[in-house]
């Protein structure tokens, strides 16, 4: 079956290059979370959205990170003039109903590498 | 605030050994969902449980068993007869209802616990 998915897999980037990464939640699903994994460190919360509404983005670390989800299905998270902190694997997560009371299933992560 | 804390960072252990992997949450609100997440190296997470905080049966699902007792605010995860693919990092995880407002749901993870199984 389909699960969700992320690309690309890997990104290598030079520091203030701007990058965009994408991912397709599982068919119907309501609910679409982004978190970043720094190296040896559990997932950190960044944006959520129902349907095509943003309604957290308090997650996010700077306002070069931007999120959007237009049609309510695929997402799209920016980081613009990246920098090196900004290395990480970037998850995304869909459930069914409100994630809070459905469970969240994750796509594989992109990898990104800013050098 | 809500945290969960798993202070056990690596375990190893020798297959057929059972484990343990603890899991202690904060949260302030009365309704709140915990979850376990498996994470090999290939990088997935893959969903193992979900519990919400008004059941608190234990659960066993073949080798896997959880304990969730509230008055201790823990939820821990035990494999009994361990095998070497149960290598991963095991992440327990919490949402909270938004009872108190600011939650959508949003995942806190724990900082993981690597297990490494050798055969």
């Known amino acids: 079956g389909a699960g969700v998915s992320q690309s690309p897999r890997y990104k290598v980037a030079k520091r203030g290059q701007d990058v965009a990464l994408r991912c397709d939640p599982i068919?119907?699903?309501?609910?679409l979370f982004w978190y970043q994994q720094a190296l040896g460190q559990g997932p950190e919360f960044l944006t959520y959205?129902?349907?095509?509404?943003?309604?957290?983005k308090s997650g996010l670390p700077s306002d070069r990170f931007f999120a959007e989800r237009p049609e309510g299905s695929v997402s799209t998270l920016k980081i613009q003039r990246t920098q090196q902190e900004d290395s990480a694997v970037y998850l995304c997560?869909?459930?069914?109903?409100?994630?809070?009371?459905?469970?969240?299933?994750f796509g594989p992560g992109t990898r990104l590498t800013v050098l | 605030a809500q945290k969960v804390t798993q202070a056990q960072t690596e375990i190893s252990v020798v297959e057929k050994e059972d484990v343990t992997l603890d899991c202690v949450y904060e949260t302030r609100d009365t309704t709140y969902y915990l979850f376990w997440y498996k994470q090999p190296p290939s990088g997935e997470l893959v969903f193992l449980i979900r519990r919400n905080s008004f059941d608190e049966q234990n659960e066993i699902s073949g080798r896997y068993s959880w304990n969730f007792q509230k008055s201790t605010s823990s939820f821990n995860f035990t494999i009994t007869a361990s095998q070497v693919v149960d290598s991963a990092v095991y992440f327990c995880?919490?949402?909270?209802?938004?009872?108190?407002?600011?939650?959508?749901?949003?995942?806190?993870f724990g900082k993981g616990t690597k297990l490494s199984v050798k055969p």
């Open positions: 068919s119907g699903h309501v609910s």
């Open positions: 959205f129902q349907n095509e509404a943003q309604l957290d």
């Open positions: 995880a919490l949402s909270e209802a938004g009872n108190y407002g600011g939650s959508q749901g949003n995942l806190i």
């Open positions: 997560a869909s459930s069914r109903d409100r994630g809070g009371r459905d469970t969240q299933y």
